[in-house]
């Protein structure tokens, strides 16, 4: 295996296009393999870089300035702090905060042979995810086990192995992490879903193990019923078709009340009936964040039935940003429900960048405090209880653009934006929405 010095001059000298028509395959090769191998230091190298700066707390002197603490432990804002600097979702640096602690406090060894380039993120994380609620002690007893495959000059084992090998581990030194982990699993379960192809919505299921054999003997047993009368009928069906049918007929039993919203653009088409000629129109489920293509068709045809309530919201043209209700301002401190209610269904979400927390669980908040700022649609903005608090911790600041974009500026000077949902169709210029409009209409 070449050091890691020979990995960055392979690599370094292979950024212009030219230089790699001249490689021969196997230069090519050797080069990717060194890309790899530094990413996986670069990787070691992020995981400290986390852990550590999630443990410094920012303090807010008597004169404005902002200075900082080593904490000992992770900060409350840490995981926002890494989510700006990493320009991903906060769930997902939460997740990569939690990692780095278990990697540099209770596997040492791994960390070093990612250092090293010998063993990649995701195997890292294979190892990680198998120890929660493990002790930093049985962690590196466990860390120390493991310490040979890494320089096996058969290479690392496959993923699926590594985990096996863990768990068997767990189960040896401390069965009764399993158990913990799998109660604290459960609270976990959840369903979420989001369009993913015009059409076609993707639905993700978190389920306690014993739920899902029971639901899917009788997901099962009604596709298996599909199919026969699919078959009778002289139609094809396939298993993954049968199944994704059985669990809309399971569902459809049980459906109370359907509530959607049509997004227009502004001024643009009629409010009293779909996009004109459109054969698909964007649409949210009431109460979500979450909007899918479907058929124009289905929408005037749910219309006309009567567990059925469908509305029309006009959006900016610029911004796709739901446009402000009738009565967008007040004089008092407390926004009318009306308004409350604009705000939440503008910003569908928590306002913080990358936060998906949905709108009717958080707060309203004045961005610029009231009396400073007025009690209005372009001043108002919705933020978890978490990301409330956040606002209001030392060297944080946050504006709101008259397009609704909320800037936030973190205390370690990172800044991002987090926009309003464009509910219109996401990155078309005014002007193709303009023509698409005129076209509809
Ligand atoms: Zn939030």
Redesign the pocket.
């Known amino acids: 295996m070449v050091g890691m010095d020979r990995c960055v001059e392979l690599v370094g000298g292979l950024t212009a296009p030219e230089s790699l028509a001249e490689c021969s395959r196997e230069e090519l090769g050797e080069a990717l393999e060194s890309t790899q191998r530094l990413a996986n230091a670069l990787a070691a190298a992020q995981v400290r870089l986390i852990a550590e700066i999630a443990t410094r707390e920012s303090i807010e002197f008597e004169d404005g300035t902002i200075g900082e603490l080593p904490a000992g432990h992770e900060v409350f804002d840490g995981a926002e702090v890494v989510a700006s600097r990493l320009g991903c979702s906060?769930r997902h640096a939460s997740d990569r905060v939690a990692q780095s602690f278990v990697l540099v406090g209770g596997l040492p060894r791994l960390l070093a042979a990612m250092a090293e380039g010998v063993v990649d993120d995701y195997r890292a994380r294979v190892v990680v995810g198998e120890l929660v609620g493990v002790s930093a002690e049985v962690s590196r007893r466990i860390d120390a086990d493991l310490a040979g495959l890494w320089y096996d000059a058969k290479g690392a084992p496959a993923p699926g192995r590594l985990r096996t090998r863990v768990r068997a581990l767990v189960a040896l030194l401390d069965a009764e992490a399993l158990a913990r982990r799998a109660d604290g699993a459960r609270p976990m379960r959840r369903v979420a879903r989001w369009g993913c192809a015009p059409g076609l919505d993707t639905w993700t299921w978190l389920v306690p193990s014993e739920q899902s054999l029971t639901a899917w003997a009788a997901l099962q047993s009604r596709a298996d019923e599909l199919r026969a009368a699919a078959r009778v009928a002289g139609e094809q069906l396939t298993v993954d078709q049968a199944r994704s049918d059985a669990m809309f007929d399971l569902l459809r039993g049980v459906l109370t009340e359907v509530r959607l919203v049509v997004t227009v653009p502004e001024g643009a088409v009629s409010l009293t009936r779909p996009a004109g000629a459109q054969p698909l129109v964007l649409v949210d489920a009431f109460g979500t964040s979450e909007r899918s293509l479907v058929p124009a068709r289905w929408v005037s045809d749910l219309a006309a039935h009567p567990g059925a309530r469908v509305e029309y919201a006009e959006c900016g043209l610029v911004t796709g940003a739901l446009a402000p209700p009738k009565r967008a301002a007040v004089t008092g401190y407390r926004p009318p429900e009306s308004l409350i209610a604009a705000v939440k269904r503008r910003d569908g979400?928590?306002?913080?960048p990358g936060?998906?927390?949905a709108a009717r669980f958080?707060d309203i908040d004045h961005v610029r405090p009231w009396p400073h700022g007025p009690t209005a649609y372009t001043n108002l903005m919705c933020?978890?209880r978490?990301?409330h608090r956040?606002k209001q911790a030392p060297g944080w600041r946050v504006n709101l653009g008259t397009d609704y974009a909320a800037t936030w500026r973190d205390p370690t000077g990172g800044v991002r934006v987090s926009t309003a949902p464009d509910r219109l169709d996401g990155g078309f210029s005014p002007l193709e929405r303009h023509l698409r409009a005129l076209l509809a209409g």
């Open positions: 906060v979400t928590c306002r913080f936060c998906t927390v958080c933020l978890c978490r990301h956040v």
